[in-house]
């Protein structure tokens, strides 16, 4: 299985089974995963550098207003899409079987992890999992500490306080706090 046939399964969202083809294809592009995050996380990098690591991890094209403070964790790599001028923070946790879509000029705080799996309920299909996609669009602000569950989206602009669950879609132009998050005003209030 190709990388591309793999990306093509998971954003399918369509139930995959343990053990099965995509299954395995995961675990081999996981253990591309560490091997690159073991680099960016073991020693400092220059920018420049930090954002070829990206490049490999992702196998995407990253734009030079990019910025990582790691360390940072995935256990794929080839389904996040970042957009321009994004800056992540340390210690951000990325599960991106499903697919994780950044927008331009996106703020990621310390410590946020972004989930796309979910398992099957059933004990004998519990090993089976079931990709969602986050969506983050542009100019959005997660703080610290915020967990964003599979299937997100979170509109333009919105902003998401620090040490939120965000378990639903967030509009545009919303700050929302809280676990789970709710919406609590404009952010032009």
């Known amino acids: 299985m190709t990388n591309e046939e793999f990306i093509t399964a998971m954003n399918s969202t369509a139930q995959t089974k343990c053990g099965g083809d995509v299954h395995q294809k995961m675990h081999e592009l996981s253990q591309e995963a560490l091997r690159i995050t073991a680099e960016i996380n073991s020693a400092y990098h220059e920018p420049a550098a930090l954002r070829r690591l990206m490049e490999e991890l992702t196998g995407q094209p990253l734009d030079e ?5 790691p360390p940072f964790y995935t256990d794929c790599g080839k389904n996040i899409h970042i957009g321009k001028g994004v800056f992540i923070n340390a ?9 994780i879509f950044i927008g331009d000029h996106c703020l990621i705080g310390h410590n946020t992890v972004i989930a796309t799996l979910n398992h099957g309920m059933l004990p004998a299909e519990r090993g089976d999992l079931i990709p969602a996609p ?3 669009g542009s100019g959005v602000w997660i703080g610290s500490g915020s967990i964003i569950l599979p299937g997100v989206t979170i509109g333009d602009n919105a ?3 620090a040490g939120s669950v965000v378990t639903k879609d967030i509009p545009a132009d919303s700050v929302a706090v809280g676990s789970p998050a709710k919406v609590i005003k404009s952010i032009y209030d």
């Open 65 to 69: 207003a990019f910025g990582l403070f």
């Open 134 to 136: 986050v969506h983050i």
């Open 91 to 99: 210690g951000c946790k990325f599960q991106d079987q499903g697919g």
């Open 159 to 161: 902003v998401i306080g």
